[in-house]
């Protein structure tokens, strides 16, 4: 079994810092200048500053970290629980358009905080789902030694089909919230502490035989084995931060992230991409609104390029296909769509190889539909392919067969935030 034990949170004291919602912030990975900006307006003490620091006149941003993350402590801004807790957090989200939107819903996932301890991979006790790019590993590393603290939490999966888990929480949320924070879409994350010793020691007996799977959040876990290996010995270091729900919660959404081709310019890849997909799609042509591919059995992905700007709609023709281009993998594999594209169009006739797809050399990524499209109009890609989101149950069947998907295959949605809870490492 994976380890997990309460933690001696930091976390935002709003007498001093202000509103909570003001200060806490989505990953690092997902936010861009102008939202870190937008972050920054809401308060000079948003978790932001010290999670992808920019600091000004040459100053190192990991110094700049350091120095901010221990000044906020000092000040108040950021206090230390005494005693160790486990932290319970249930996020009401919204799929679909505001307003009148007929296809509207209202999901509420439910999980906890803990620290779980560093280990290798392994199967029975923590696994990954996809594999990683380099690049962000590095950076992470840095920011760790510098604030010495895990600022963003891992979210992992763990099967719970008997709900027993949540029979040992849910008590705990039928009493007030320690604090409810409400996004700028209208999202409630709230919040309830627990430091009950039966509690906590019947929550892990009841993930005693469970094994974790990394739902997002690779790249810092990674970073968390190679700074307990760097420290040493036993501490507060050996363990990682860690949002923990079931598989069977019934607010798992995972969306798509669209693929976007960047290096289309000869003849021979334009070429060749056109004959593949005739090779081995059924190709459709769909209105601009039907690009998105419906829920099947087969892989399938919109398809629009920037030369003719004609939405298409691709589905593989004949699985064998697949089964010839990815002899070693399993079933469950080859049926991913991200696989399918990787394995006949990127690998194939776009030319990426596995560096190129790890340093995203001709290729990019598109977190929904709309900006992907943006891309293709605006001449920044080549070509957009739009693919769905993978059903948790695929991806539970992708890792027990022993395998991890293509990078950015899921899209966990919504994001944990940063800076709700901060584990401190020393």
Request: hydrophobic share 40%.
């Amino acid at each position: 079994m994976a380890e997990i034990q309460p933690l001696h949170a930091i976390h935002y004291d709003a007498r001093t810092a202000g509103a909570v919602e003001n200060l806490v912030a989505p990953p690092y990975d997902v936010i861009d200048d102008t939202m870190r900006s937008e972050l920054v307006g809401k308060s000079p003490f948003n978790i932001v500053e010290v999670d992808l620091p920019n600091p000004t006149e040459g100053e190192d941003p990991y110094a700049h970290a350091e120095h901010l993350f221990e000044a906020w402590l000092q000040q108040g801004v950021l206090t230390k629980d005494r005693e160790s807790s486990i932290w319970i957090m249930r996020q009401q989200f919204y799929l679909g358009e505001r307003g009148s939107d007929p296809l509207r819903q209202t999901l509420n996932r439910t999980g906890f905080f803990a620290r779980v301890r560093v280990e290798d991979y392994g199967h029975g006790r923590i696994r990954p789902h996809e594999r990683t790019h380099p690049g962000p590993k590095e950076d992470r590393l840095r920011l760790t030694r510098a604030t010495r603290a895990n600022l963003s939490p891992i979210f992992s999966l763990f099967d719970d089909p008997q709900d027993s888990v949540w029979s040992v929480l849910e008590p705990v949320t039928q009493g007030e919230a320690y604090e409810t924070v409400v996004d700028a879409d209208g999202a409630a994350d709230r919040i309830w502490r627990t430091s009950d010793p039966d509690i906590i020691s019947d929550l892990q007996a009841a993930l005693a035989d469970r094994e974790l799977l990394i739902a997002d959040g690779h790249h810092r876990y990674e970073t968390a084995r190679v700074y307990a290996e760097e420290i040493g010995g036993e501490g507060d270091h050996n363990y990682v931060l860690m949002f923990l729900c079931a598989m069977e919660d019934p607010g798992i959404v995972i969306l798509p992230t669209h693929r976007l081709l960047t290096d289309l310019k000869t003849p021979e890849k334009q070429e060749g991409i056109a004959n593949a997909l005739r090779e081995h799609f059924d190709i459709e042509r769909v209105a601009l609104e039907n690009i998105e591919p419906p829920a099947g059995e087969l892989p399938a992905f919109g398809y629009i390029d920037a030369h003719f700007k004609q939405p298409f709609r691709l589905t593989l023709k004949d699985p064998k296909s697949l089964e010839q281009a990815m002899p070693d993998k399993p079933d469950a594999y080859r049926r991913l769509d991200t696989a399918a594209l990787e394995a006949l169009i990127l690998r194939g006739p776009a030319g990426l190889s596995e560096d190129d797809i790890s340093h995203l050399n001709g290729l990019a990524y598109a977190r929904d539909t709309e900006d992907a499209l943006d891309a293709v109009n605006s001449g920044r890609a080549d070509a957009a392919f739009i693919l769905r989101g993978t059903p948790i149950d695929q991806v539970r069947k992708v890792v027990a067969a022993g395998e991890t998907m293509p990078p950015k295959s899921t899209f966990f949605y919504p994001k944990v935030p940063t800076g709700l809870i901060i584990n401190p490492l020393e």
